[in-house]
């Protein structure tokens, strides 16, 4: 005595495996669901999809009503969805179906065919760099600036401080073209303990991370590449937003390397003059001396060269300096 559920998309393979299980099967849509869900049975077999029956509305969902009214649920998804798109995915015809049948199963155990490894997205929290245990870590992250774009990455600031003062026990996270919200993001999922010194090169406020389906890859948009008009998103990247998140996004790696007693250096590489005021009281926040321009260049003549990263090193080593011997 049950209710048997067939579930999938609004195609004849559905109803086929359904009438293959019961030939009295029969097709829940629009014109009886209210009476299906009124009924009382022994035992029925009966199909039927999210694309059989009314809209999910603020007030109703007949198609949760209908799963829930099941003791058995069997799930056969098709091999291609009839709304299927690569550009809209979160809202179509699988996902509906099978979060609600994920709720149900939670809820009664009695879904048959579901898998949801489609949903356990490891790109979404892939790390840039996921070090062996060392003694003591020493990690960097930043935008190209700090990667060491354009020049021999031995001669990047960070690389000539690891060699000084921590040998080969360099962690680096950085990533060209990266916004703050990213890099912070890298930071606070990877296994810094306490100990560790985190240098971090502060990049652009104006960066804005986005998810790039066609790369599986999360890239970040500025002023000078990003067209709203397009997308009608301009406060993505206008001003009070951008220096919102990045102030805050501050504040959570400060909060965090505090908590677990790593020591953080937070440095202006590229960022701009309002996010260095808003910084000037975090205790993990270091201003570096004002200059105009790179005292020169790498050989794309945008990054910043050789030089400049040895100002670099000499200026925040001597920050290092003052800060470990305080901790010490």
């Known amino acids: 005595m049950a209710i048997?559920?067939?579930?999938?998309?609004?195609?004849?393979?559905?109803?086929?495996?359904a009438k293959k299980f019961s030939k009295d099967a029969y097709l829940v849509d629009f014109s009886n669901f209210e009476n299906f869900l009124s009924s009382?049975?022994?035992?029925?077999?009966?199909?039927?999809?999210?694309?059989?029956?009314?809209?999910?509305?603020?007030?109703?969902?007949?198609?949760?009503?209908i799963i829930k009214k099941a003791d058995k649920i069997y799930y056969y998804p098709p091999k291609r969805w009839s709304d299927f798109s690569n550009e809209f995915t979160l809202q179509c015809g699988k996902t509906i179906t099978e979060?609600?049948?994920?709720?149900?199963?939670?809820?009664?155990?009695?879904?048959?065919?579901?898998?949801?490894?489609?949903y356990s997205n490891t790109s979404y929290l892939k790390l840039v760099n996921v070090p062996s245990a060392l003694d003591r870590n020493f990690w960097v992250t930043g935008c190209s600036n700090t990667y060491g774009a354009a020049i021999d990455r031995n001669l990047r600031f960070a690389q000539i401080i690891a060699n000084k003062r921590f040998g080969s026990n360099m962690v680096d996270l950085s990533k060209g073209g990266s916004s703050l919200e990213f890099q912070a993001d890298q930071l606070l999922r990877s296994d810094i303990q306490a100990g560790d010194v985190v240098l971090w090169g502060l990049t652009s406020e104006y960066r804005s991370v986005f998810w790039d389906r066609p790369n599986n890859d999360p890239r970040s948009i500025n002023p000078y590449t990003f067209d709203y008009k397009k997308t009608n998103k301009s406060d993505d990247i206008c001003d009070e937003t951008r220096l919102y998140k990045a102030v805050i996004v501050c504040h959570q790696v400060s909060n965090f390397c505090q908590k677990i007693g790593a020591t953080l250096i937070m440095?202006?590489?590229?960022?701009?003059?309002?996010?260095?005021?808003?910084?000037?009281?975090?205790?993990?926040?270091?201003?570096?001396?004002?200059?105009t321009n790179f005292?020169?260049?790498?050989?794309?003549?945008?990054?910043?060269?050789?030089?400049?990263?040895?100002?670099?090193?000499?200026?925040?080593?001597?920050?290092?300096?003052?800060?470990?011997?305080?901790?010490?």
């Open 40 to 65: 009382t049975f022994d035992e029925v077999t009966v199909y039927t999809s999210v694309g059989d029956l009314p809209k999910i509305s603020q007030t109703r969902c007949v198609f949760y009503e």
């Open 4 to 17: 048997n559920l067939f579930i999938g998309d609004s195609d004849y393979n559905l109803s086929f495996e």
């Open 99 to 118: 979060y609600f049948l994920y709720l149900i199963n939670q809820e009664k155990n009695n879904v048959d065919g579901l898998n949801l490894s489609d």
């Open 295 to 328: 005292i020169d260049y790498g050989s794309d003549n945008l990054h910043p060269g050789p030089k400049q990263h040895a100002l670099y090193a000499d200026q925040i080593d001597k920050i290092l300096e003052k800060v470990l011997n305080t901790h010490d």
């Open 267 to 291: 440095v202006p590489i590229i960022c701009s003059e309002k996010l260095q005021l808003l910084l000037h009281n975090n205790p993990c926040y270091y201003q570096l001396p004002y200059i």
